[in-house]
């Protein structure tokens, strides 16, 4: 089962990765998770991208690719993963696809969490995470209209995509992804 898990920040990509992850007992694989790791660690990785995060843009993808390459490579994604956050713009798409096709394991089936923006803005607004102002988020909603809503069409043509409605409980949206992947 491999899997990308698309929409804007907010939309519940990190809480329906995790039940997922173990229900199908593959990695959820988070590139503002490796991201923030990275930036704890203070790597020369994370050095280079933090100035992005806190400005809520994108960070560039010589980075971003990178880590998914080297995450990829490791033996827990053997049967599968859900990728969370990636790919983020078309050319990260392409850039996904071509790297997994090298490896003959191509993508199953790109959700797409739907969710309205004034929803998505109260969410953020809760949630307090440090990239989590007002400013940030508007700009991170900007940058999502901007280069990740293309990414929803690439995978509508490669016929991929299933759109999943993201409002309601967790457990309802969380039983309405599994239908889209069964
Ligand atoms: P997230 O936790 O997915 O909201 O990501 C937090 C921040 O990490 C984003 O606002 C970006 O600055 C950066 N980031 C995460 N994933 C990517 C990506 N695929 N491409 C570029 N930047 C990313």
Redesign the pocket.
Known sequence: MRIVLLGA?GTGKGTQGEKLSAHFAIPTI????L??QAVADQTALGVA?KT??DA????A?DI?VGMIRERLAEPDTQNGFIL??????NA?SETLDALLQDIGKPLHRVVHLDVPNSEIMDRLLARKRA?DTEDTIRN?LS?YEAQTRPVVDYYRAAGKLAVVEGVGSIDEIYARILDALS
């Open positions: 920040p988070s590139t503002g998770d991201l923030r991208a992005a995060m809520g843009q994108l960070v993808d971003v969370d956050g990636f790919p983020r713009s990260q990239d991170r940058v």
